[in-house]
């Protein structure tokens, strides 16, 4: 905890005992954060890489700090995890992603967005009734939502993961697996896992126009979700090169700084009507 600031600006580190201080201080920063409207929902594109047309979204939460500025989410997301605070973060950012599906359709737009579920919201098990509750009012129907789940999150607890998992599936949520490749998941929990998406770690992505071996990890990576019926995207997409690449692999969907970094969602539905594939 004596280091968990540095340089003066916001650094937590996950090893911020639960009990100190700081970490007392935080936790009331963050309560309070949600109560005075602090927390921000960025959108990031996430396009079809064959049409380069818009088919969704990816929600990122930004913590517009009054004194030290816009936050940004690994400053204080691990943070959340450990005290529990993720589930009211991850409601709340369920709750905008719902809303902006909304908005977006009243716009003629119609997008998904994902949210980024955490390993404690995994182990509620009120969870798949708090997103119904959340997404009803809206009027967006379940298939609007898709799910980012990574690998650690679901192999802390496999089969309470799993089980949650499958009452989402149920309700029509859209599963996909996030960081997909650096986690330590076994291809026999993937088979059993109601998922619709793999989402191929950016540091693969990133790295395949130099590295035969990341670009062997990708290739093979599209055709094993293909063979398992999965819908695969890319995130760090960050050249045209890359984007030709992957469009040749076959891979489906694609998301990063080429196409559009995590913007405001006031910006998005602007942004999207803008957007001319190059
Ligand atoms: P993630 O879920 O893997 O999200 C993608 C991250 O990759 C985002 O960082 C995004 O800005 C970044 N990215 C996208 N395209 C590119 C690219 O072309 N190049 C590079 N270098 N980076 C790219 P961000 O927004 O800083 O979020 C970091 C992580 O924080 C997320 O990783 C996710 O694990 C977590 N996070 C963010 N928002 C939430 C949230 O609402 N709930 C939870 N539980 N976690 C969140
Ligand atoms: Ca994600
Ligand atoms: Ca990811
Ligand atoms: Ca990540």
Not at 44 to 55: C, N
Not at 119 to 147: F, G, Y
Request: hydrophobic share 45%; proline share 5%; charged share 25%.
């Amino acid at each position: 905890a004596a280091k968990a600031r540095q340089c003066g600006s916001l650094i937590y580190h996950a090893q911020l005992d639960a009990g100190s201080q700081e970490s007392l201080s935080l936790l009331s920063e963050m309560r309070r954060a949600v109560e005075n409207d602090e927390l921000r929902l960025f959108l990031q594109p996430k396009i079809d890489l064959q049409t380069g047309r818009v088919i969704g979204a990816e929600a990122l939460v930004r913590w517009q700090h009054p004194t030290r500025g816009l936050v940004p989410p690994m400053q204080f997301i691990p943070f959340a995890e450990q005290t529990g605070f993720i589930r009211m973060l991850s409601a709340w950012v369920l709750s905008g992603a719902a809303r902006f599906a909304r908005d977006a359709l009243d716009a003629g737009l119609n997008l998904r967005l994902s949210v980024n579920l955490s390993t404690r919201d995994l182990m509620d098990q009120d969870l798949p009734a708090k997103i119904e509750a959340l997404i009803t009012p809206r009027n967006v129907p379940a298939s609007a939502l898709c799910l980012e789940i990574t690998e650690s999150a679901i192999m802390d607890d496999p089969e309470r993961a799993l089980s949650t998992l499958e009452h989402l599936h149920a309700m029509g949520f859209k599963l996909s697996i996030d960081d997909f490749g650096t986690g330590y998941s076994s291809l026999a929990y993937l088979k059993r896992l109601p998922v619709d998406e793999l989402k191929i770690d950016r540091s693969f992505v990133m790295a395949m126009e130099r590295d035969l071996d990341d670009a062997r990890i990708v290739r093979s990576t599209i055709e094993l979700a293909h063979n398992l019926g999965l819908t695969v995207v890319a995130e760090g997409l960050e050249t045209a090169k890359a984007w030709a690449l992957l469009a040749q692999l076959g891979c489906d969907e694609g998301q990063g700084y080429f196409i559009g970094k995590p913007m405001p969602q006031e910006d998005f539905i602007a942004w999207a009507q803008a957007w001319a594939p190059p």
